[in-house]
């Protein structure tokens, strides 16, 4: 009888685990694929890879990387939204389609519901650079000249509804002043226009260069820390605008409904990842810095970026027409 019991109780003892925890510490047993809603060679493609190549091989699995561009990121998010979550399908993804694109066109997920975050990775470097004849060494100074030149001060965009013009409409609306909006297809022919003195100033990360060459004045960074390559240029909250945050980033996102412990998991080692001195190389040379963030943080950051770039569009009458 004392033994039936001993051997009763030992076996009420053993703890077995959930099976959702079972397959998370199983995970990975093959290939993991992680969906890239833009076309290859783009700052999403180019940090997607070199952060993920790390994480699998610090996961002991390859990842393969499969581009499906289209419709500013939306053709790659619904393919990711209809896969099985199961920890064998991610998503990139950017704050244009989590914070932006949403407030001003019918997407096809929802990006509250429809995906779980994973982790930031990287936040692309980005400047606001004027063309040397503008008459304004600092953002106080160009402010100044706007309101005495109203109407007469271009920016050129890489479109509409892109985060470089609402960087803009932004500055427009917290100074008080009235640049005009330039749309273009695309950052470099923006840049190269103001190269050429056709626009005036822009907000964007392919300013960098001609930063460096002496080309273009830098008058501030778009990132909460000074670039380490020009460290004499203030960050655009330093000089008073722009406190609500807006960095261009990357990140990763899961299905909604795959296993928490497969998150966690993902998000550890991207993490581990970004602290590789060989990621964070490769990174700064593609004009990028790690900057993670953990799932929670991550969804923090969406929701508040995505009410301070609703007002921007409501305010700014931005559309994409």
Do not use: C
């Not at 959930?18 to 990975?28: C, D, E, V």
């Not at 993920?52 to 053709?75: C, R, T, W, Y």
């Not at 980005?126 to 953002?139: D, F, L, R, Y």
């Not at 966690?264 to 991207?270: D, K, L, P």
Request: positive net charge; without cysteine.
């Amino acid at each position: 009888m004392l033994r039936r019991q001993f051997v009763t109780a030992a076996a009420a003892s053993v703890v077995v685990p959930a099976p959702s925890i079972a397959r998370a510490q199983q995970w990975p047993t093959r290939q993991v694929k992680v969906v890239i809603p833009y076309p290859p060679g783009g700052p999403t493609d180019i940090s997607t890879r070199i952060v993920l190549e790390k994480v699998g091989h610090l996961l002991g699995q390859p990842i393969l990387f499969d581009n499906k561009g289209g419709a500013s990121g939306m053709i790659g998010a619904e393919y990711a939204k209809t896969q099985p979550a199961d920890g064998y399908t991610f998503l990139a993804n950017t704050i244009a389609m989590m914070a932006i694109t949403r407030h001003l066109q019918t997407i096809p997920f929802d990006p509250d519901k429809d995906f779980l975050t994973v982790a930031r990775m990287a936040t692309s470097w980005g400047a606001m650079a004027v063309h040397p004849s503008v008459p304004a060494q600092n953002v106080a100074e160009f402010v100044a000249y706007v309101k005495a030149n109203p109407g007469k001060v271009n920016w050129g965009s890489s479109g509409l509804g892109t985060i470089t013009q609402l960087y803009g409409e932004m500055l427009n609306l917290e100074a008080g002043i009235k640049m005009v909006h330039v749309p273009y297809k695309g950052s470099a022919q923006a840049t190269q226009d103001l190269l050429s003195g056709q626009v005036q100033v822009q907000f964007d990360s392919t300013v960098l260069p001609h930063i460096l060459a002496g080309r273009l004045r830098g008058l501030a960074m778009l990132s909460d820390t000074r670039w380490p390559h020009k460290p004499e240029i203030p960050t655009l909250k330093e000089t008073g605008y722009g406190k609500q945050g807006g960095d261009s980033w990357f990140g990763i996102l899961a299905p909604a409904g795959m296993p928490a412990p497969i998150v966690t998991r993902m998000s550890q080692a991207i993490d581990e990842a970004l602290k590789s001195p060989d990621v964070v190389d490769k990174l700064d040379k593609g004009g990028l810095k790690a900057t993670y963030l953990d799932p929670a943080a991550m969804r923090a950051q969406i929701d508040t970026e995505s009410r301070y770039f609703a007002d921007i569009i409501k305010r700014g009458h931005v559309t994409l027409n």
